[in-house]
């Protein structure tokens, strides 16, 4: 909700925007008002049609949180031993292709073809490493409190229908971080958790320990951030969606944060490229880390209670629904 009405903006007119509004250093949602005539004339970013804070009827519909939603449905019809295919099936059922982007929708339509997982995730995909598995971790955390590996595990059983190598790693190690951040207060203890559970070799391994090492010698945000602009060029989509650039902003935002919400999610957002991504995936692991009387009214009055999706027979839920069957999903593994 705090990135999703300036996706795709860049850094030089975010921090414009930002600073423009007042809102700079980032602390509170973007609103209809921030948003002047002059802006309008002056921003290559285009402004309308966008979820303002205090425009919404309820958390808005997005990809992000959909694939969230469907991995609660998954759980629920398939249960925990859900395969690849399971998830592909799910996909097919619950949503039309326009709902899907990237990777995914290249693999909806492999899965359309005929293509099964994990060739499903190869056959004319030049996504398949973007940010796309990396947001859909995140209910697989959430089902495996204190379990880093079983949510890594289901994780990499939904990623490879779509993506492979670095963008399966995304997921898994989103997934891992938030199981972990059930059960642990370190920062440090959590992003090891999902680092734990990729390979050591991989590209993304060595991007989140350089962010992690900079930290810990004492460089600033700035600095971090200057370096995912030197790997990644955010005026391209392949470095703006790509996996690793944004998992460097999600590591960035969870260690500079220091474990306060609000500013971690700030952090992630104004950061840019994937501003609704990383805000999500710093607020996942942080909302399991502190609980949810850490998350003050400002940020869940605009949401009142509900959430809109793009899935068939769904449509807008209750987010006390979601949680009362995350719970059970919970405790489908404690009998």
Known sequence: MLGKPIEGIR????????????????????????????????????????????????APADDDTNYTVMASFLIEKYGRDFT?????????????KGAYCTAERVAFCNFVKGYLPPDSAVYQNPYREWIGAQIRGDYFGYINPGDP???????????????????????MFAAAMI??????????????????????????????????????EGRTMTDCLKEVHRRFDEYTAHGWCHTIS???????????????????????????????CNGATVGSVLGMRNGQQAIGPDWTKPLHGALDTSIFSVGRISIDELVDQTIKHINLSNP
């Not at 229908?161 to 997921?171: C, V």
């Open 149 to 171: 590996a079983e949510a890594a595990r289901m994780a990499w059983r939904d990623a490879r229908i779509s993506h492979i190598k670095n963008g399966i790693y995304g997921e």
């Open 246 to 276: 944004n998992a460097m902003i999600v590591t960035a935002a969870l260690l500079y944060g220091q474990g306060d919400f609000g500013k971690s999610i700030c952090l992630a957002v104004e950061s840019g490229f994937d501003t609704d």
């Open 84 to 96: 690849s295919a399971d998830v592909a099936q799910m996909w097919l059922d619950s949503q039309p």
């Open 11 to 58: 850094t030089k007119e975010l921090s414009k925007l930002l600073r423009e509004s007042g809102n700079q250093p980032m602390r509170r949602y973007i609103r209809s008002d921030d948003i002047t005539p002059q802006m309008l004339d002056t921003f290559t970013f285009s402004f309308g049609n966008r979820c303002y804070a205090d425009v919404v009827p309820c």
């Open 179 to 216: 199981a972990q951040a059930a059960v642990s207060r370190d920062i440090h203890t959590i992003l090891y958790a999902g680092l734990g559970e990729i390979p050591s070799t991989s590209r993304l391994y060595e991007a989140v320990l350089y962010v992690i090492r900079a930290f810990d």
